[in-house]
Nanobody, 120 residues
Framework: QVQLVESGGGSVQAGGSLRLSCAAS??????????MGWFRQAPGKEREGVAA???????SYADSVQGRFTISRDKDVNTLYLQMNSLKPEDTAMYYC????????????WGRGTQVTVSS
């Protein structure tokens, strides 16, 4: 079983930045897991994929965040990150970390989420 704990959410004004972190309970998912990623869900909307990173380091992004968000990981501290720059009000959502033993896009384990609110 893999446990994921997100942190770093908060309230910012449009144009600001936040960095989300996701601490994994085991290093095995960082070294052997096939896919780790970030999803988000805004009120009244379906959950959507934001960014993902494969075991080999390849990354992918939703069109809406391309060029503004960066996904990365630090295997030494079992942590996944999402650097979010140039935030927009439409980025407001609950952000979830996910991990999977399968290739991206996939999610088998979920964190509880961290709220991001962007005001105009």
């Amino acid at each position: 079983q893999v446990q994921l704990v997100e942190s770093g959410g908060g309230s910012v004004q449009a144009g600001g930045s936040l960095r989300l972190s996701c601490a994994a309970s085991t290093s095995r998912v960082m070294y052997s897991g096939s896919c780790m990623g970030w999803f988000r869900q805004a009120p009244g909307k379906e959950r959507e994929g934001v960014a993902a990173i494969e075991r080999d380091g390849r990354t992918s992004y939703a069109d809406s965040v391309q060029g503004r968000f960066t996904i990365s990981r630090d295997k030494d501290v079992n942590t996944l990150y999402l650097q979010m720059n140039s935030l927009k009000p439409e980025d407001t959502a609950m952000y979830y970390c996910a991990a999977s033993w399968l290739h991206c896009p996939s999610a088998q384990y979920w964190g509880r989420g961290t709220q991001v609110t962007v005001s105009s």
